[in-house]
Each structure stands twice: as C-alpha cells, then as structure tokens.
Nanobody
Framework: QVQLVESGGGLVQAGGSLRLSCAAS????????MGWYRQAPGKQRELVAS??????????NSVKGRFTISTISRDNAKNTVYLQMNSLKPEDTAVYFCRMISPRDYWGQGTQVTVSS
C-alpha cells in the first residue's frame, strides 16, 4: 500500500503562484510515475503534469506554455513530487489530486486550489 498526502493548495489571486507538494509513503517501487490531476466542478478529472522516477515530464496541452514556466519536479529520496504553478487563472480553480503508479494506481485525497479574478 502507498499513501499520498497533498499540501499547498489555497486561495490566490489571478496571476499569482502556488506550489503543491505530494509526499508518498509505504511500499514504493523505485520505478514509478507521479503526477498531478485536477477536477473542476462539473468536469472530468484531467492530467496536469506527470514525472517519471527517471525525470521525464509530461504536461497537458491546457497548461503547456504556462505551467511549463512552472515546473513539476520530484525528490526521489523523499518520495515527494512538487508542482509549481505560476500565472494562475480563474479557470485553474479545481481540486488537485496527486497520483502515483507504483506499479498499482494510487490517489491522494486532493487539495483545493481557488484562483480569484
């Protein structure tokens, strides 16, 4: 079993920044993928960004060019993944979920991000 604990969400004005963190604990395989997804009210959960244990990253088209100014990163020694989000817009408002595939699929409880206009 793997447990994921997210932190760093909150309320921010448009144009502001937030840094999300997700710490994994438990039986974690060295080769894994960690990522951030988000779900806005009335919408499906969608990928924001992911990163493999080897450091390869993938960003959703909806955030490319904006969140790539930001960065998804990880500290393998701490089994923690980060998402630095800059230039936030009201449409980024959602619950952000951490996910780890190791090799089973695990999800965190989510952290609310609210961007005010």
């Amino acid at each position: 079993q793997v447990q994921l604990v997210e932190s760093g969400g909150g309320l921010v004005q448009a144009g502001g920044s937030l840094r999300l963190s997700c710490a994994a604990s438990g039986r974690i395989f060295s080769i894994n993928v960690m990522g951030w997804y988000r779900q806005a009210p009335g919408k499906q959960r969608e990928l924001v960004a992911s990163i493999t244990s080897g450091g390869s990253t993938n960003y959703a088209n909806s955030v490319k060019g904006r969140f790539t100014i930001s960065t998804i990163s990880r500290d393998n020694a701490k089994n923690t993944v980060y998402l630095q989000m800059n230039s936030l817009k009201p449409e980024d408002t959602a619950v952000y979920f951490c996910r780890m595939i190791s090799p089973r699929d695990y999800w965190g409880q989510g952290t609310q991000v609210t961007v005010s206009s």
